[in-house]
């Protein structure tokens, strides 16, 4: 790892982080402004999928942009969006303002999504590539604790909820100062034609001595991109498991991790700040445990077994009420634990399996399919959870997370181990 890599790592994961941020204080933050915005149960349950909902808007078309028209100057743009529209929290004073300002958010996020995951692949070197993908998702979890955890200290210490939201700001300034002055990619210099260029990049931020032996050249021809690319006879299975995947892992554990109240009461378990803490706590060490496995496991095997494990906590936890307390607790602490591990992989697998023409476009589609998904089951499980109880609700979610084995086995790739322009074209059919 060179200066320059360990800067780049810094910027793509601190972007995950502040993402993560973001939405780890909106439960805290909406509690506070519910009385003073007279929040009734339909607000809250569109201000909690608006972020979601943004991203659906923002990945696919910021995707799209960094595939045509480069990554570096979408990267520090897109974060000093974000700092600015923390800060506006600060002057929102009714419901339908701060909507449109957390669905303004989202779309900021949702491109950070595309661009962020694409940019650490095309530098990172082989042998550390898997580690530094998969530590994204560990950055995204660390960022949403923490955001829960400034957001309780300042609720406590008496802070406005105005404040709570702009706090944003201070990560998202922060890593905005370390994307200033980055390079272009010099994988997509070169898939443009544009090779002196990506050797003057090379040359310039890791030495005289490297050159652009193993990437891809560029053909001649105007390079493929955009979804109709995605979905030509080439990569149209990859794009239906990238997205089809990360939306079966983030359905059930966006809709169980923030509504932890409704799931606890559901689970005869009591909802002390204590428990909360504890969640979160899995949430780290699921994170840790993945980036791990990642390094040391095949991928389609660790995607496959993940989902069978989860299936059977969920389905697990259907059947809580008739069991003590502590059986809840267990599965409920096994699918946090394993559904966090897994989730590393929803930076890797987009991240590998496209070439770097539609990389970006590639992963903003797979992010915005996943939050199309996050987004209803957020919306949605408050109230299933109240028409339809805690078993048909948890066996529902077990459902989703067999589909995502279904479509695992059918089409996950195998990419460990191998270059990236390898893992992104070989086998693709």
């Known amino acids: 790892m060179t200066p ?14 502040t993402d993560g941020y973001i939405l780890g204080h909106i ?28 991203i659906l808007i923002g990945a696919p078309i910021a995707g799209r942009l960094a595939d ?12 000093a ?71 309780y200290v300042m609720r406590e210490a008496g802070a406005d909820w105005r404040a709570i939201f702009a706090s944003a700001a201070v990560p998202a300034l922060a890593v905005l100062l370390l994307r200033i002055g980055s390079p272009e990619s010099p994988r997509w210099l070169l898939a443009n034609g544009r090779g002196e260029e990506a050797q003057a990049v090379v040359e310039r931020f890791y030495g005289g001595g490297y050159g652009l032996e193993g990437l891809a050249a560029a053909s001649g021809e105007p390079a493929k991109r955009g979804l109709a690319e995605l979905f ?12 089809g995947f ?17 799931v606890f009461e559901a689970l005869g378990i009591g909802t ?15 994170a840790v445990t993945g980036v791990i496995a990642i390094k040391y496991l095949p991928r389609r ?41 897994a989730s590393n992989l929803e930076y890797v697998y987009p991240s590998e399996i496209f070439p770097t023409e539609i990389r970006a476009t590639g992963m903003g589609f797979a992010a915005a399919l996943s939050r199309v998904g996050a987004a209803a089951s957020t919306f949605l499980l408050p109230v299933a959870l109240e028409k339809f109880g805690n078993m048909a609700t948890m066996a529902l979610l077990a459902a989703i997370a067999v589909l995502g084995l279904v479509i695992s086995v059918l089409w996950a790739p195998e990419t460990q181990g191998k270059s990236l322009d390898e893992a992104s074209r070989e086998g693709a059919q």
């Open 4 to 17: 320059f890599l360990w800067r780049v790592s810094a910027f793509t994961l601190g972007g995950m982080f």
């Open 27 to 54: 439960g805290i933050a909406l509690g506070l402004a519910t009385p003073e915005l007279g929040l009734n149960g339909l607000w809250l349950g569109l201000l909690a999928a608006s972020t979601l909902l943004g």
């Open 68 to 79: 045509r028209f480069g990554r570096r100057r979408l990267l520090a743009v897109d974060f």
């Open 81 to 151: 969006v974000i700092a600015a529209g923390a800060l506006a929290h600060l002057f929102v004073t009714d419901p339908g303002t701060l909507l449109a300002l957390r669905t303004f958010m989202g779309i900021a996020i949702g491109a950070e999504y595309a661009i962020g995951a694409a940019v650490l692949s095309e530098f990172a070197p082989r042998r550390s590539r898997g580690t530094l993908l998969a530590s994204l998702n560990g950055a995204w979890i660390v960022g949403f604790v923490a955001g829960f955890a400034v957001a």
């Open 232 to 243: 030509s006879p080439a990569y149209r299975t990859r794009t239906i498991f990238a997205g």
């Open 246 to 262: 990360w939306a079966c892992q983030v359905m059930p554990l966006f809709a169980l991790t923030i509504f932890l109240p409704q």
């Open 272 to 286: 002390e700040l204590g428990a909360e803490m504890l969640v979160n706590g899995m949430l780290l060490v699921g």
């Open 301 to 341: 095997k660790l995607v496959i077994v993940t989902f069978g494990i989860v299936a059977a906590a969920l389905l697990a936890m259907s059947f809580a009420g008739s069991f003590p307390v502590w059986f809840g607790i267990g599965a409920f602490a096994v699918f946090v634990l394993v559904a966090s591990a």
